[in-house]
């Protein structure tokens, strides 16, 4: 299967209220080499009230969430959804995306009355680089090099972490960037990692898990 990076840029943090303003994503072969990419922007709802603080991380302004041109919400629901089918069956991935862009893409999907569970059903699977990252600091703690925040304390912010491992060429908190900035940290996992980067692959598909710890 290809594997789909995506991320996205929302109007706030709550996916019951907020909305999806920006949406990427690129689909690699299993040796993450690019095939194809996707990108759209999305007007804001009239009943969204966007938060101050998301404006600010993500350099959004208002004249750019209520140009006419851009798709309604509906409009940006569909064209992910239809993309996303197009390029099924495929892992579905991208950072932290299983905690917050996933939920997002789900609630979008069901707002706009479309079945909501399209990365994890029909042969789609989904994982997290996060999540590997994480697994990758204590199994193989040489693979990354460890982030600071401000306060001296380990972090796994995207923007640290891919600084901190060689990467430069990125502008924080923007959809498409953010998709080659998790691409660049998967690479670098495959490389150095490549048990934790095999494992969460092959865990990516719910079956497999239950059929492994049936056996075990």
Request: glycine letters at 2%; hydrophobic letters at 45%.
């Amino acid at each position: 299967m290809s594997i789909v990076f995506y991320d996205i840029e929302t109007t706030g943090l709550k996916p019951a209220f907020d909305q999806i303003i920006q949406f990427a994503a690129i689909r690699t072969d299993a040796n993450l080499r690019q095939l194809e990419r996707f990108e759209i922007r999305s007007r804001l709802s009239p009943y969204v009230v966007p938060a101050p603080q998301a404006l600010l991380v993500n350099g959004v302004t208002v004249a750019q969430l209520t140009d006419p041109t851009l798709p309604t919400p509906y409009e940006t629901a569909l064209a992910i959804r239809d993309k996303l089918l197009q390029w099924s069956p495929a892992v579905f991935i991208g950072y932290n995306s299983i905690r917050f862009d996933e939920e997002f893409l789900r609630r979008t999907f069901y707002k706009n009355l479309l079945p909501a569970y399209l990365t994890n059903t029909d042969g789609n699977c989904r994982a997290d680089v996060m999540k590997m990252a994480h697994h990758a600091s204590i199994v193989v703690p040489e693979a990354l090099e460890c982030a600071w925040n401000a306060n001296r304390r380990r972090s796994f912010k995207l923007s640290l972490l891919v600084a901190a491992n060689g990467y430069k060429d990125r502008a924080a908190h923007e959809a498409r960037a953010d998709v080659h900035a998790t691409i660049y940290v998967a690479r670098v996992l495959k490389r150095r990692a490549p048990a934790v980067w095999s494992a969460a692959m092959r865990f990516s598909d719910k079956d497999a898990v239950i059929k492994h710890f049936k056996i075990r």
